[in-house]
């Protein structure tokens, strides 16, 4: 079963793979195409939307590839700090 983050990665480069067949069915030049596909804000957002999404299954590939599964207690990221910080003056 898909996690959440499963669905929506799909979803999103889903409607980015619409989107760009849609204009290179309506558009004849491929300038036309990149120009339409650029022009619009909502446009960049998806497409903004969907580097993220790739660029974080990427990471969690390379993770997965490198370090093998990951225990939860592991992928937690702690920000305690208990060291003495001295001030030098």
Avoid: D, H, W
């Amino acid at each position: 079963m898909l996690s959440f983050f499963g669905v929506y990665s799909v979803l999103s480069i889903g409607s980015t793979a619409y989107l760009v067949v849609s204009e290179i069915q309506t558009k004849k030049f491929l300038l036309e195409v990149v120009i339409a596909l650029t022009t619009s804000k909502l446009n960049l957002v998806i497409f903004l939307n969907c580097l993220v999404v790739l660029l974080t299954n990427v990471t969690n590939l390379l993770i997965y590839i490198f370090f093998g599964e990951i225990r939860p207690n592991e992928s937690k990221v702690s920000f305690n700090c208990n060291s003495t910080f001295a001030v030098f003056g």
